[in-house]
């Protein structure tokens, strides 16, 4: 359920004050380089994408893109606003973060969820109601 936030974020369906940029792009870097990295290869003219964890390949795009402060380093932030920004304007292409497969997998598990939920709630109420009638009268 965890990544179906993330996904809502690299969209742009959830405000940015309610989440991390550079956690959001990580989590998107980390779903693209195996699902689509001819993609990020031709956006960002990076080689071997597949070789690239999500730490490296956005310091990669920070250096393509000339995400770099003073002395050099990598402006993470800046990079991570690059590529969700390349994402949500299709820049990248007419790329999907779920299959139909995943969506059926990610909707049994919240059932399943709700559903032992609903039994804890029960026993819950089991309980209390033994504990009154147990409970002696003065």
Known sequence: MEKSGYNLAASGAIGVN????????LELLNYL??????????????K???????????EAIAR?????QS????NNTKAAEIVIHDFRSAALGRLTLE?????AEWLASGLQADADRALRKEAL???????R????KN
């Open 64 to 68: 393509f893109r000339g995400a770099i």
């Open 99 to 103: 299959t139909p497969a995943e969506f």
């Open 133 to 136: 009638k147990a409970k002696p």
């Open 125 to 131: 109420q089991k309980e209390k109601k033994t504990a």
């Open 33 to 46: 380089i195996p699902k689509y990295p001819q993609a990020l290869a031709l956006r960002y003219k990076i």
């Open 18 to 25: 309610a989440f991390d940029d550079e956690e959001v792009a």
């Open 48 to 58: 071997d994408v597949s070789s690239h964890t999500d730490e490296t390949m956005l």
């Open 71 to 74: 002395g050099g380093r990598v």
